[in-house]
Nanobody, 121 residues
Framework: QVQLVESGGGLVQPGGSLRLSCVASGSIFSINAMSWYRQGPGNQRELVAA???????NYADSMKGRFTISRDNAKNTVYLQMNSLKPEDTAVYFC???????????????WGQGTQVTVSS
């Protein structure tokens, strides 16, 4: 069974920083793209940033320059470094990964359970 588990969320003041982590575990053959999404109150889930297995990056325009996505392929982990946080960044942040399980010839998209980020003074 493949699982994604996020950590690192919490309460931070405006202008502060947080680093989110997401670890993929289970019987994994390979991991392709890994991404972070977020869903704020009353909003649809939106892409924050994505990174391919080769390191190609993609960011939502509003996050460019403030957020940095990275990954450690040896640890099956993706990170999201968030700086200069604003109250509008308050949301549940979800990890998403395109994973081929060991028992499968195809890949599937998996989601983590989400981690709450609250930016408030």
């Amino acid at each position: 069974q493949v699982q994604l588990v996020e950590s690192g969320g919490g309460l931070v003041q405006p202008g502060g920083s947080l680093r989110l982590s997401c670890v993929a575990s289970g019987s994994i053959f390979s991991i392709n793209a890994m991404s972070w999404y977020r869903q704020g109150p009353g909003n649809q889930r939106e892409l924050v940033a994505a990174i391919t297995s080769g390191g190609k990056l993609n960011y939502a325009d509003s996050m460019k320059g403030r957020f940095t996505i990275s990954r450690d392929n040896a640890k099956n982990t993706v990170y999201l470094q968030m700086n200069s946080l604003k109250p509008e960044d308050t949301a549940v942040y979800f990890c998403n990964a395109d994973i081929r399980p060991s028992v499968s010839r195809v890949s599937y998209k998996y989601w983590g359970q989400g981690t709450q980020v609250t930016v408030s003074s």
